[in-house]
C-alpha cells in the first residue's frame, strides 16, 4: 500500500458539508474582501495563539516582508535568518530593503539557536527571523535574552505546535504557542501547512498594539481608507473565502497537532530510531511535526528507494538558501560559512506525517526504510 508524504484531504473529508457550507455563506454574502469572515477568524486565531492580535494577509512570505517592515526594518539594516530553511523566510528580507545575513542552526533541532544568532549579529542588525521549522519550537526567550533584538517568528511550519515552561511537563505554568512567543509572528495558510485553506493565505500575529496597527495599515496600501495614504505599503489581504474555510479547521487543529505528534512516537515504536536519526524535539516542545525529517548519510538512497515501493519521501531544502544564487549578492564578502546547515542540506530527508497517518502506514514506512538500507 502506497504511503503519502503529506494528505491534507483526509483529515478534511468529514468536514465536506461543513466547508461547502462556508463557501456558500461567502458567496452569499457577496463580501469577498475584509469582510466578517475574516474578522471573525482573525478573533479566532489571535484567542487560539495566545496573542492580542491577529491579521490575515495575502499568504506567508509577504507576512514577513510586511511585518519586519512593522518591526521597523529597512535600508541599511540587518535581518539574521537561518539558512536551512524554506527559501521565502530570506527572500521576504531584500523586498524591505534590508539585507540578509544567514547564520547555522542545531544539527538535532535543527532550528537556529541563541548561539547562532549571536554568531551573526552585527551593529547594523535590527531583527531576528526564527523559525520554527518542521513544527520544533526555536528558543525565542533565550535568542531575545541573549541578543537584546527583536524577534520574528516564522511560524508558517508550526501552527499546533506546543511549549510548556522548562521543567514542567504538566504545562501547569500554562500551555505557550509558537506565534505568541516573539515580538511579532508570521503563518501561512497555504494547502499543504497544518492549518491550510483552499488557496494562498496568511496571518500575522502580535501582542504589541503600534506593531498591530503598523501591519493592519501596511497591507492596505499604508492607509486606513484608500483616502489618505501614510505608508508604501501592500495589497495583502486574506480573502474572505480563505478566511471561512480556516474558520472551520480550527477547532479541529488542536486534535490534528496531537496526531502529528504522536506520529513521533509511533514512528519510535516502529523502530525507526534504529535506522536513521530521528529529528529532536526542543526543550519543552510539544512539536506537531509539519514534516517529519530524519537524517542518514544515505538519504538520497533512501529517498529513491522508498520512492520506488511507493513511500513518499524526499529532501526539501538540498541546496541550502545562502548557496540560492540570487543570494550571493548580499554575502559580498564569500559565503557564509555553515557547517550544520550544509550537513543537514546533504541528510536530511522528510518522510510521510499527515493529521492522519495510521500506525499500519507508519510500520510499512519503517518496513521500507529498513528495506532499503539493509
Ligand atoms: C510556507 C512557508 C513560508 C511561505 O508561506 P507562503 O504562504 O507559501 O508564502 C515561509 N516560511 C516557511 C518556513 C514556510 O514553510
Redesign the pocket.
Known sequence: MAVPLFDTATALAPLRRELDEALLRVAADGRFVLGPETQAFEREFADWIGAEHAIGVA???EA?TIALRALGVGPGDEVVVPSF??W??AEAIPPTGATPVFCDVDRETMCVTADTVRAAVTPRTKAVIA?HLFGNVAPIDEIRAVTGLPVLE?A??AAGSTLTEDGDPTGRHGVRRPGALGDVATF?F?PS?NLGGFG?G?AITTSDAEVAEKVRTLRFHGSADKVDYALIGYNSRLDELQAAVLRVQLPHLDRWAGHRAATHVRYHRAGLDELVEVPVAAPGATPAWHIYVVRSERADELAAGLNERGIGARGYYRTPVHRQPPMAAFQPDGLADLPVTDELARTHLALPVSATITEEQVGEVVAAVGAVLA
Open positions: 499568504n506567508g512570505t514577513i530553511t524554506f521565502a523566510s523559525v516564522d508558517a511550519q501561512s497555504y501547512k494562498d496568511g
